[in-house]
């Protein structure tokens, strides 16, 4: 039986819960010959900056067990090429477009938010895991002050609907989404991948050219379903979950810790149909367990 599998995030309806998160996904042009990306729920775009940016140099990414670390740097065209260039494909190929954004200062946001406020992008996600250089380099997202203050600037300039997405890498992350939410977050997501290091013993030297970077696979699930219950019952906003998921079960996993909708990332670097076979595996789910409506499942883990 045809199920329906959308979903209503930060006012947005989705024709189903799995969005392509951003890095992995790029602009979506690599996978349009692969099959149609509004089968997809939504795209969450490559990391935008105000400027071009070449990102770090290599090695930046390398495998490890169950997942990946990475240190590519948020190597992409810029807000203007991206507006100019990738934005009319995006909305003629995709259903959803989320543009996520990123830089190193309050103007830098501010700026890339006032530019997209001005076009037909359906959502705007803050990527607080950069360096606030007004800070001295610590990330924005491991404050709730921080978390505040980009929030805050973000919200002033544009009416699009916005998802503040959260990096592990804190104390309490139930304090940065709180924070966001006061405001004027739509919605939270979470979360973005987990600070990890990894050393060549023959070379003796880091994996990585940068030392240290971003774990992102099936490997950081379990951390991932943990900060989106927490989260899931610290704010009233909604959800959306991310961080190791590959197959459907992860997802509903997620769902059922509080995500309304979910990301996929890491996994379509080995499998680009990942995302289908996860929106599959969901409606198989549903008719096997007489489930009309995900409203049934989201947040309804059952207590012991």
């Known amino acids: ?22 890095g992995t996904y790029g602009f979506g042009e690599d996978y349009a010959g692969l099959y149609p990306l ?12 105000a400027e071009k940016r ?10 490890t067990p169950g997942g990946v670390l990475n240190s590519v740097g948020l190597q992409n065209p810029g807000v203007d090429a991206f507006i100019k260039e990738h934005l009319p494909f995006l ?18 946001y ?41 929030t805050k600037t973000v919200r002033a300039v544009t009416k699009k609907p916005l998802m503040v997405k959260l990096t592990p890498n804190v104390t309490d992350i139930t304090e940065t989404a709180k924070a966001a939410e006061a405001q004027g977050a739509d919605c939270i997501s979470l979360i973005n991948t987990i600070l990890g290091m990894r050393i060549d013993v023959k070379t003796r030297r880091p994996v990585l050219r940068n030392n240290t970077g971003g774990l992102s696979g099936a490997a950081v699930l379990p951390v991932a379903v943990r900060m989106v219950w927490q989260v ?11 961080g190791g998921i590959t197959r459907a079960e992860d997802a509903i996993e997620m769902m059922l810790a509080g995500a309304k909708a979910v990301q996929v990332g890491t996994a379509i670097m ?5 995302p289908l076979k996860i929106i599959d595996g969901i409606e198989l789910y549903m008719n096997d367990n007489n489930i009309t409506d995900l409203s049934e499942i989201a947040g309804k883990v059952l207590p012991w």
């Open 38 to 49: 509004n089968l997809l729920g939504g795209i969450s775009c490559k990391g935008l900056t």
């Open 270 to 274: 080995t499998d680009p149909y990942a």
């Open 91 to 108: 909305k003629e190929k995709a259903d959803v477009v989320i543009a996520n954004i990123a830089g190193e200062t309050r103007d830098d």
């Open 1 to 22: 039986m045809k199920r329906d599998l959308s979903v209503t995030v930060a006012g947005v309806k989705l024709s189903n819960p799995v969005i392509a998160a951003s």
């Open 232 to 242: 899931a019952n610290a704010v009233k906003i909604d959800v959306v979950g991310m």
């Open 110 to 150: 501010r700026n890339i938010a006032e530019k997209l406020d001005g076009t037909d992008v359906d959502i705007i996600e803050l990527n607080i895991s950069c360096p606030n250089i007004e800070k001295g380099g610590a990330a924005w997202g491991v404050s709730a002050d921080g978390a505040a203050a980009i």
């Open 54 to 63: 070449n990102g770090n140099p290599p090695p930046r990414i390398a495998e």
